[in-house]
T-cell receptor
């Protein structure tokens, strides 16, 4: 079974702190993703990576950065945490799509609930 | 841009009732369509998928048919159980930069009462 592990289940940080959210997958997946989940808004893509050291912005990258130094690990960084970044953060991974058929399922971690006070 | 719209929740049903959760989408090209489920305290899990028009995805008694003419992918189950209580997300997949991007609906919370 694919396992995507997020290092923290709950985090409480202060405004202005630098925050690191870590994610590790054990299935040698090329693609990794960070989403945030907010009530009524569903999941929104922050950043994704399709290879080591590669990163691409998603729909809401402002205030975030990412790092992928190893294939199995994808880190989300909040450079200076703000209260509007209080949310549930979900990491996911997948194999790349095959040819023109982009239907590889995403495998999600259990999420990190971040509260910024 | 690509988007997914789900029926608003929460939805509350009695055990053994029939379930429909509506999902419509807007997309260019021919996206793959998915339903994911999130049980309390867990991440999302793939429930079912369909990759082309008229495909039917099915799993655990749930079904959804990819309807290109109505741009819909409604989730149905004939007889729900208490264990089906969860949040359900409809999503579409489109290719970007050698990967795939999943665009999610807002989620529908389902509660099944015994």
């Amino acid at each position: 079974d694919v396992k995507v592990t997020q290092s923290s289940r709950y985090l409480v940080k202060r405004t202005g702190e630098k925050v690191f959210l870590e994610c590790v997958q054990d299935m040698d997946h090329e693609n990794m993703f960070w989403y945030r989940q907010d009530p009524g808004l569903g999941l929104r893509l922050i950043y994704f990576s399709y290879d080591v050291k590669m990163k691409e912005k998603g729909d809401i990258p402002e205030g975030y950065s990412v790092s992928r130094e190893k294939k199995e690990r994808f880190s989300l960084i909040l450079e200076s945490a703000s209260t509007n970044q209080t949310s549930m953060y979900l990491c996911a991974s997948s194999f790349p799509g095959q040819g023109s058929s982009y239907n590889s399922p995403l495998h999600f971690g259990n999420g990190t609930r971040l509260t910024v006070t | 841009g690509n988007s997914v719209t789900q029926m608003e929740g929460p939805v509350t049903l009695s055990e053994e009732a029939f379930l429909t959760i509506n999902c419509t989408y807007t997309a260019t090209g021919y996206p793959s369509l998915f339903w994911y489920v999130q049980y309390p305290g867990e991440g999302l899990q793939l429930l079912l998928k369909a990759t082309k028009a008229d495909d039917k995805g099915s799993n655990k008694g749930f079904e959804a048919t990819y309807r290109k003419e109505t741009t819909s992918f409604h989730l149905e189950k004939g007889s729900v159980q208490v264990s089906d209580s969860a949040v359900y997300f409809c999503a579409l997949s489109t290719p970007i930069q050698g990967a795939q991007k999943l665009v999610f609906g807002q989620g529908t919370r389902l509660t099944i009462n015994p």
